[in-house]
């Protein structure tokens, strides 16, 4: 069974995922589980679509957005990352061979959208044991094209 490393509340990653896995996934309380490795990567992984099947068997959303390396700011998956990020439910689990992969677009798409400072992705990832520090020129080049998106009003008397 797959390992679930949680990044931030709404948001954990894994190495490849089996159907059973898709089901502890939705025990758990994912509501979303995004594919980021391309099928046939490695003999024997499985499939995508065998995810996706017990995923939507299990009333988890299912999005495969397979990406390869290397992984930059401008790669198509990360914008990917971000549509996911804005539309689905959380808590979502994305998952590569390691994490490693579904854990860099998280960031590159955190810092892309203004959502967190590059501190704070690097220091999420690091509590889910993912090793970022290499990325901070990056995370930091994206911080200074996209400010930090200002907090939504906690009530109606917030301005």
């Not at 949680?6 to 994912?30: C, H, K, R, W």
């Not at 539309?87 to 967190?116: D, F, H, N, V």
């Not at 970022?132 to 990056?138: D, E, P, W, Y």
Request: hydrophobic letters at 45%.
């Amino acid at each position: 069974m797959a390992t679930f490393l949680e990044i931030t509340p709404g948001f954990s990653v894994s190495a490849q995922l089996t159907a059973e896995d898709a089901a502890a996934a939705a025990q758990a309380g994912y509501r979303c589980i995004v594919n980021n490795r391309p099928d046939g990567e490695v003999a024997g992984q499985t499939p995508g679509a065998a995810v996706k099947a017990a995923a939507a068997a299990h009333g988890l959303a299912y999005r495969a957005i397979p990406a390869t390396s290397p992984i930059s700011a401008d790669h198509p998956a990360v914008d990917a990352t971000i549509e996911v990020l804005t539309t689905e439910e959380e808590p979502i689990l994305a998952y590569c061979r390691s994490g490693t992969r579904s854990t860099t677009l998280w960031a590159l798409a955190q810092a892309k959208m203004g959502a967190m400072a590059p501190e704070a992705i690097i220091a999420a990832a690091a509590r889910g044991g993912y090793d970022l520090s290499g990325l901070r020129a990056t995370l930091e080049r994206l911080a200074a094209l996209t400010p930090l998106a200002a907090p939504a009003p906690t009530n109606g008397h917030d301005r």
